[in-house]
């Protein structure tokens, strides 16, 4: 993948999943921690595990440096007995994962473990994808498609099967596949990572139709969406979730950055001063800028 899809790999994400530094279920009763990342390998949802799927459960959970409430290293036996206990409560999977917080749950895994292990698992991904023969050119893609198609396997895992935009995608027809990335529930923050993922194919699209580089991720500042995305990119301003909405949170990063940059504090997204602003920071960060 190109190196701007890695470095925003966990600006992406960290508003859609959340940080989570223990175990939880998520909402169709998986095991889960870090960034959405599923350590449990239950193959029925919201369902107790075979002995086998428990067994390659406690594996990848294993994968993780998990410690104790005084920061101490934990046996293979500790962390197999909280993934017990937490997959025992299938009754608290649709309350989120503040229902599995200390002191429910007494083991955690630190930041850094848990950035080294999205990007394992990242890594994984792409190896994986890649064998496809549909997405065989994806190193070449443009960087939005290479992110775009990422943050689907993120969801889906990289086996997925969409035939349609598996078409599109492999003679990059990024429109096509603008139209075929939606995928179901459509619903909280899947909803918002559709619109993402169509967004991204959109932007690909325009990359290349402008000969615009291949390796840098395209923004656009046309509409709060494309704002909220790049006040995201920029690491220090947090607009919430990109979702297109221009509520308190987004409006008060706004108005952070006119600070910032010596502008009339108006929280207005469309503000042409910050827009102008935006663009030049974005510019002098490696982004391609549309929309302006």
Not at 145 to 166: E, I, R, V
Request: charged content about 20%; proline content about 5%; hydrophobic content about 40%.
């Amino acid at each position: 993948m190109h190196q701007f899809v890695r470095d925003q790999w966990i600006r992406f994400n960290d508003p859609l999943e959340g940080r989570v530094n223990f175990m939880y279920l998520d909402q169709k009763g998986w095991v889960s921690t870090g960034i959405g990342n599923k350590i449990d390998q239950t193959t029925a949802a919201n369902s107790a595990p075979s002995a086998a799927e428990r067994s390659a459960s406690l594996a990848l959970a294993n994968e993780l440096a998990w410690r104790d409430s005084g920061g101490s290293p934990v046996s293979a036996d500790l962390v197999a007995s909280e993934w017990d206990a937490v997959k025992a409560r299938l009754d608290l999977a649709s309350q989120g994962h503040l229902a599995f917080q200390p002191p429910f749950t007494s083991l955690h895994v630190d930041d850094d473990e848990i950035d080294r292990h999205v990007f394992a698992k990242l890594d994984q991904m792409e190896a994986f994808l890649t064998a496809r023969p549909d997405f065989a050119g994806f190193a070449s893609w443009p960087a939005n498609a290479q992110l775009a198609t990422l943050s689907m396997c993120w969801a889906l895992g990289p086996a997925f099967t969409f035939p349609k935009l598996q078409q599109h995608v492999s003679v990059r027809d990024w429109s096509g596949a603008a139209d075929e990335c939606h995928f179901t529930p459509d619903e909280g923050t899947i909803r918002i990572r559709n619109k993402l993922d169509r967004s991204h194919f959109l932007l690909a699209r325009s990359v290349e139709d402008q000969g615009l580089p291949a390796d840098r991720l395209a923004l656009d500042l046309s509409d709060v969406f494309g704002v909220q995305g790049a006040l995201l990119a920029l690491i220090v301003y947090r607009p919430g979730r990109q979702d297109g909405g221009d509520g308190p949170q987004t409006q008060a990063a706004v108005r952070q950055f006119q600070a910032d940059h010596g502008l009339e504090q108006n929280g207005a997204f469309n503000d042409p001063a910050t827009l102008a602003a935006l663009s030049s920071r974005l510019t002098d960060a490696g982004f391609t800028v549309l929309g302006v």
